[in-house]
């Protein structure tokens, strides 16, 4: 079975700061990654994945993550955060033999970017 | 712009109430999922389609039901809605199930007064 995990409930930063919101996640196999942002009462949006290739994965609004094999890992990065990151952070991982190309969400990480 | 559209936004019925929730793309995707959240907890999938063949997760209550008539749209039917089913529906839909991101709408606020 698919799990993943985010150790923080809530991440507090400075506004100018480096980011990070860490993942962790246990799947059978080379696991699909992906992470997820979630302004108050709004959908999910999709900020970037992992599927294969380089582990220095880049998206949307600035955004980044390692995926790194040994340790388990697909930590969300940004170099400078902006108070307009503060946000819901959620990392998935999909198996990548289900078919249905279901998710399994970690509990989600709380970003408060202070000015 | 293609995109996921949830109708209405927020809907409010009473106890007991049968309520349809309603999402529809302009993507032309094949697979679309229904997702309650509570509370900034991690969405819960309830069920979703690939095309017509329809799953529904092992833990979802037989209250909820869902339809898909057409590749464009979803409706979410809560039969007998009670206290514990106000949340957050999110209507999200995906090009396969294979190495695609899902993409959500804005999503319903279901009160249950």
Known sequence: AQSVAQPEDQVNVAEGNPLTVKCTYSVSGNPYLFWYVQYPNRGLQFLLKYITGDNLVKGSYGFEAEFNKSQTSFHLKKPSALVSDSALYFCAVRDPTDSWGKLQFGAGTQVVVTP | ?113
């Not at chain 2, 979703?48 to 039917?77: G, I, V």
Request: proline share 6%.
């Open chain 2, 1 to 113: 712009d293609a995109m996921v559209i949830q109708n209405p936004r927020y809907q409010v019925t009473q106890f007991g109430k049968p309520v349809t929730l309603s999402c529809s793309q302009t993507l032309n995707h094949n697979v679309m999922y229904w997702y309650q959240q509570k509370s900034s907890q991690a969405p819960k999938l309830l069920f979703h389609y690939y095309d017509k063949d329809f799953n529904n997760e092992a833990d979802t209550p037989d209250n909820f039901q869902s339809r898909r008539p057409n590749t464009s749209f979803c409706f979410l039917d809560i039969r007998s809605p009670g206290l514990g089913d106000a949340a957050m529906y999110l209507c999200a839909t995906s090009r396969d199930g294979g190495t695609y991101e899902q993409y959500f709408g804005p999503g319903t606020r279901l009160t249950v007064t």
